[in-house]
């Protein structure tokens, strides 16, 4: 009993510590080893860390590209009952929030959550969820516009969409996107890629054509298959703006889109002030400020193309 | 002088009133007066101190609310500045892709600028270059009637309304119209969650922040973007509500309660040109933090100041009470009446000087009472000695008085005794004569001689009872007369006399007197006068008596002393004078049988006498008393001791007799009636 006793007055303190943990969840749609989502969920720890008083025990689920195992991974996270979840893309929001109602979640990079019937309005969510956009629907003339303007040439474009962007029949971006060909006389064409086989047969198809382009819509299946995407293109030497930035890094020829870390770094700030008691209802949901143009003067050399002056105004961030 | 009365009353038994000590008294008024002085210091020092700081607080805060209102107005004319450059007179000539590249540069320029469009002179769109959509190139929209192309043709520069896009994000159009004739217009859509950067960068304090509203109440600006975002219409919060246009108040600057519930101290300023109003608020704590800090700090040396005064002040009282306490005792012992001590105190202040004072009276005191106690000796000394003298002239007063009226008594009776005495002594002669004549008569007369014998034996026998009878009259008559001289004192002429003169005039008389009666009497006379005795006014008669009388006695005394006692015995009367200045003293001393005290007591009482019957009348030294003491106002005193001496003193004043000698009705009365 005397040998027992260190153990309990060791013990009591401990358990009491991890009563008074706070568990933020995170649901991301990366594998655990990939780049970008250590960096975004660093950048998330840093931010809420930086805030929160007290300890935070953050645990961050990595789903990837599977919506099974997302979802799967999603049921898990929400039997655990953390304080808050985040949540990372469209389809990891819509997986969470199908499992609860009561457990706030913050998410970021869901487009249009109105017009999904997420949250009541922008300005008062309503209910469990709020968070931060990324993406504009009217985004999807925007990159057309992009590159027509880096490629004048161009006579087709084709806007790879992913499942999780469906939305009431549809898809976002299709009709601005649909709306600006029809204004610049180009032949559009819209392919929802659910997997691999799937870009493969439309990276071929683009590089037949020859004078083709591609708009890769973000979304899960695009965070997954960029690289593969981007390698594509660069091969087929297919103009392609993606709406993730950090593809135009890796040899895209442009992006259009928001700095998502930006966004995680402030849902971040609202996770906290949620576990500081305030009521997910009332916090608006946040578009982001800023699209940054990126153009890769690397790749369109490679690819043989002149940028013009114009577009390279625009350009916010130039890979040389 | 009625207050003394209230002031010496004593205190009410049975109620003792509280008494505080000195020391209690001193402490609570030094403390009390500190504590006084120090919370009018503080309540002033807080006054002054609270105007100031409110007064600070409001001016810091009314500056802060200008200065976030330039840098919210320098934000906004910024933005003006950079559409500028796109309205130049020329720049509608310069080619479209020119244009929209001036538009791609104006937007990288102005980060809030999310739409910029041209508007032709006509109002009809022809260029839009936008973040979000595709650029519209001559859309042909007409915007000729629409107030940001009227508008900013009008003032040159066009601040639309806010608006909310998608109800959520903050936006306003800003119309600029170009240079020149027939100009086009320029039409930004800002978006003013920008603003944010603005705001939160205005440093309020620690907890303070500015945000701005437009001029209806609605939120367009604040450190918390959320609450911009979810459209918040603070035109009911009364900060705000003050400071909207219409409403009365006139002042920039209010205390009231914020947004998060909490007092705040706001001030505002407004953005003229878009007609916003910029609100910079502190929480009221925050604000006032310099007075509480100075409340902190005046309570704390109010706090310092009250203890160092307790401590000084009770250390104070006590050093102060120690020599009080010291000078009490002092005074307790010297008022029990022990002076053994002194009070003994160095504090070199007025209690020493109290004490000091308190030691002189002290040695006043102890001497008072030595003094006091031979002084007390002296006057019982002298008081018994009054009392003795009293007692000794009470005495002759009231003998004096007995033998005045016993005069008085025994001239009356003698004077009624005479004449019946005159009658007997008369008629005893005249009888004497009688039977003579009666003897004379029988003779011729035939008598059988036994007859004849018995005849003859009966006139003799008649005639010496008759004998006796005049014999005794005589002595009877002798005492009245002596008794008529007692009550006849002063007779004769006062006037200076020689007291030696009459000394010796009296012992002469007095010894021959004496001879001649017993011619075998013998006495040795010793004289010693004083040359300096001198004269005396007196009655010479009375006082050669009173000598007679005196000397009589004496020779008397003698003579009886001889007559019973031892051979060598020599029979001694010493006479002298003394001057005793306004006094003159004449001694009698004899050797005789002296006087027994019991005799002494009473030999100056009238009829009072030792000698036996028919030798003395008893009268003569009450006669003398009466004379020295009455008549001349002098005095006589007697000193014996019984079988060895007496010594009689008689004292005579100089200057004349006391009174004019009472002659009693004596001088009629000289001579007995003879006359039946």
């Known amino acids: 009993m005397i040998a027992g006793l260190p153990w309990m007055l060791a013990g009591l303190p401990a358990a009491a510590r991890a009563q008074a943990r706070t568990v933020v969840a995170a649901l991301w749609p990366f594998q655990d080893d990939d780049a970008e989502g250590r960096a975004l969920s660093a950048a998330f720890d840093t931010a809420l860390r930086a805030r929160a008083q007290g300890e935070i ?27 808050v979840i985040f949540t990372y893309l469209n389809a990891q929001l819509r997986a969470v929030s199908a499992l ?16 999904a019937g997420l949250v009541a309005s ?35 474009v084709t806007l790879l969409l992913n499942p999780s962007t469906e939305i009431r029949g549809g898809h976002l971006y299709a009709n601005a996107f649909k709306t600006a060909a029809a204004a610049l006389a180009i032949e559009p064409a819209i392919v929802v890629a659910g997997t691999a086989a799937d870009i493969d047969r439309v990276m071929a198809d683009l590089a037949r054509q020859g004078n083709a382009g591609l708009i890769v819509a973000p979304g899960t299946f695009s965070e997954a298959y960029g690289d593969r995407l981007v390698a594509l293109a660069a091969s087929g030497r297919i103009p392609a703006v993606f709406a993730i930035r950090r593809f135009a890094y890796r040899g895209a020829l442009m992006s259009y889109g928001p700095d998502p870390a930006e966004a995680v770094r402030r849902a971040a700030v609202y996770v906290d002030r949620i576990l500081r008691g305030d009521d997910p209802a009332a916090l608006p949901i946040q578009a982001p400020k800023k699209f940054d143009l990126v153009v890769n003067l690397r790749t369109a050399r490679s690819q043989g193309f002149d940028i013009p002056s114009a577009l390279l105004a625009q350009a916010d961030e130039v890979v040389e | ?11 009410k038994p049975g109620r003792k009133p509280f008494h505080l000590p000195l020391s209690g008294k001193f402490a609570v008024a030094f403390v009390g007066l500190v504590t006084l002085v120090l919370l009018i210091n503080g309540a002033v020092d807080l006054t002054l101190n609270y105007q100031e700081a409110k007064q600070n607080a409001i001016t810091v805060q009314r500056e802060k609310a200008q200065g976030a209102a330039e840098r919210v107005e320098a934000f906004v004319s910024e933005i003006e500045n950079q559409i500028g450059w796109t309205t130049r007179a020329e720049w509608r000539r310069v080619s479209p892709e020119q244009q929209r590249y001036d538009f791609i540069r104006l937007m990288r320029q102005a980060p809030a600028i999310t739409e910029v469009a041209y508007l032709d002179p006509s109002g009809r769109e022809q260029l839009r270059v936008s973040r979000l959509e595709p650029d519209a190139i001559a859309s042909g929209k007409d915007f000729s009637t629409s107030p940001r192309f009227t508008q900013a043709l009008q003032d040159k520069t066009w601040f639309g309304p806010v608006y909310f896009r998608r109800g959520s994000e903050p936006y306003m159009t800003v119309a600029v119209a170009h240079a020149g004739r027939d100009p086009g217009v320029t039409v930004a859509e800002v978006n003013l969650k920008l603003i944010w950067d603005v705001v939160s960068a205005i440093r309020n304090g620690v907890s303070g922040y500015a945000f701005v509203t437009t001029a209806t109440g609605r939120l367009i600006a604040h450190p918390d973007l959320s609450l911009v975002l979810r459209d918040t219409d603070l035109a009911s919060l009364p900060e705000v509500a003050g400071a909207l246009p219409g409403t009365a108040g006139a002042r920039d600057y209010g205390i009231a309660r914020g947004l998060d519930g909490g007092y705040v101290l706001a001030a505002h300023a407004t953005v003229p040109r878009v007609g916003w109003i910029v609100f910079v608020q502190l929480p009221l704590w925050e604000a006032m933090e310099p007075l509480i800090e100075s409340i902190i700090q005046t309570v704390a040396l109010m706090g310092l100041g009250v203890l160092l005064a307790a401590v000084a002040g009770t250390f104070l009282a ?31 202040d007025e209690i020493e000087t109290l004490a000091h004072r308190f030691n002189l009276m002290a040695g006043r005191i102890q001497e008072s009472y030595e003094t006091l106690e031979a002084k007390v000796e002296e006057r019982t000394h002298d008081l018994n000695k009054s009392l003795d003298d009293l007692q000794k002239t009470q005495s002759q007063l009231v003998q004096s008085e007995k033998l005045a009226s016993l005069g008085q008594l025994t001239a009356g009776i003698a004077h009624e005794i005479k004449n019946p005495l005159n009658f007997v002594n008369n008629f005893a002669s005249l009888s004497k ?57 002063g007779s004769g002429e006062h006037r200076p006399v020689d ?97 027994p005290d019991s005799v002494k007591a009473k030999m100056f009482d009238p009829f009072y006498t030792t000698k036996p019957a028919g030798e003395g009348t008893g009268l003569g030294l009450s006669l003398s008393h ?50 039946p």
């Open chain 1, 100 to 115: 609860t109602r009561g457990i706030p979640i913050v998410f970021v990079g869901a487009s249009d959550p109105v017009g």
């Open chain 1, 57 to 83: 025990a953050i645990d961050h689920r990595w789903g990837g590209a599977d919506g099974e195992r997302m979802r799967a991974i999603a049921a898990d996270l929400v039997r655990a009952a953390p304080q």
């Open chain 2, 433 to 489: 004569e009688l039977v003579d004549e009666l003897a004379e008569m029988l003779r011729p007369a035939s008598l059988d001689p036994d007859t004849r014998a018995e005849v003859d034996e009966t006139a003799q026998l008649l005639k010496s009872n008759l004998d006796k009878v005049v014999q005794h009259g005589k002595r009877a008559d002798s005492i009245v007369k002596n008794m008529l001289l007692h009550s006849r004192t």
């Open chain 2, 626 to 675: 009466d004379i020295l003491v009455k008549q001349h106002g002098g005095a006589v005193d007697v000193a014996t001791e019984p079988g060895q001496f007496t010594e009689f003193t008689i004292t005579l004043p100089r200057g004349g007799v006391a009174t004019a000698g009472p002659a009693p009705a004596g001088a009629a009365m000289d001579e007995p009636r003879s006359q």
């Open chain 1, 122 to 156: 922008l300005k008062r969510p309503g209910g469990n969820i709020t968070g931060f956009t990324l993406y504009e629907t009217s985004l999807g003339g925007k990159w057309l516009a992009a590159l027509r303007e880096a490629v004048p040439t161009i006579g087709r």
């Open chain 2, 499 to 595: 007291v030696n003169a009459l000394v010796e005039e009296s012992l002469n008389l007095a010894y021959h007197g004496a001879r001649a009666s017993k011619p075998r009497f013998n006495v040795t006379l010793v004289r010693d006068f004083d040359p300096a005795a001198g004269v005396a006014d007196i009655y010479p008669q009375e006082i050669t008596r009173v000598l007679l009388n005196l000397m009589s006695n004496a020779f008397y005394a003698t003579e009886k002393k001889s007559d019973g006692a031892e051979a060598g015995y020599a029979p001694t009367l010493a006479v002298s004078t003394r001057d005793r200045g306004d006094r003159v003293e004449i001694l009698l001393r004899d050797n005789g049988t002296g006087i």
């Open chain 2, 1 to 11: 002088m009625t207050s003394p009365v209230t002031a010496t009353r004593p205190p």
């Open chain 2, 318 to 348: 006590r050093r102060m009470v120690v020599p009080i306490r010291q000078l009490q005792d002092g005074a307790e012992r010297f008022g029990a009446g022990d002076f053994s001590e002194r009070i003994v105190i160095n504090t070199g």
